[in-house]
Structure formats: structure tokens, C-alpha cells
Nanobody, 115 residues
Framework: QVQLVESGGGLVQPGGSLRLSCAAS????????MGWYRQAPGKQRDLVAL???????NYADSVKGRFTISRDNAKNTVYLEMNSLKPEDTAVYYC?????????WGQGTQVTVSS
């Protein structure tokens, strides 16, 4: 099994910043990709950003230029730097890891952007 533990969510004012972290542990032999999805109330879970073990990152159009995903392979950790946050960024953010073709999810962390 693979465990993903997220941290860094919270309440922030519009225009503010937050940094999410997700550490993977357990039966990790090869992580192909890691990333972040989010789900707002009443909506489906959507991709925010994805970073493969090698190659280019992938961002949702709505966060391009504001969010940055990065990865520390030695620590099996993925980060999401979120700047210029907007109220529409409010959602539960889920960490995702593809380990040898199998998908794993974190428990989610709430991000609320409100004045």
C-alpha cells in the first residue's frame, strides 16, 4: 500500500498564497507521476497540476501562471505553490500518485479563499 499525507491547506484572503505538501510512503518502488486534484462542493474532482518523473508538467488552464508544482524525488514529496488565490480556488485539494500504473489518493486538505 501507498500512503499520501497532505499538509498546508487553510483559510487565505483573495490574492494570498498557500503552499501544499504531500509526502508519499509505503510500498513505493517507482512513482510515475504525482499531482494535485481539487473538488469544490457539488462539482467533480478536476486536475490542478501533474508532474511526471521525467518530462513536462501539466496545469489546468485556470491555474496557469498562478500555481507551480514541484517534486522532490528523494523525499517522495510533491508541492503545490499557489499564488494570487481567488475565491473560485476554494476546494478540497487531493494529492495523487501513480505508482507503477496504480493510482493512490490522499485524504484531502481544505483550501478556502475568502475575505
Amino acid at each position: 500500500q501507498v500512503q499520501l499525507v497532505e499538509s498546508g491547506g487553510g483559510l487565505v484572503q483573495p490574492g494570498g498564497s498557500l503552499r501544499l505538501s504531500c509526502a508519499a510512503s509505503g510500498s513505493i518502488f517507482s512513482i510515475y507521476s504525482m499531482g494535485w486534484y481539487r473538488q469544490a462542493p457539488g462539482k467533480q474532482r478536476d486536475l490542478v497540476a501533474l508532474i511526471p518523473s521525467t518530462g513536462n508538467t501539466n496545469y489546468a488552464d485556470s491555474v496557469k501562471g498562478r500555481f507551480t508544482i514541484s517534486r522532490d524525488n528523494a523525499k517522495n514529496t510533491v508541492y503545490l505553490e499557489m499564488n494570487s488565490l481567488k475565491p473560485e480556488d476554494t476546494a478540497v485539494y487531493y494529492c495523487y500518485a501513480n505508482v507503477r500504473g496504480l493510482g493512490f489518493w490522499g485524504q484531502g486538505t481544505q483550501v478556502t479563499v475568502s475575505s
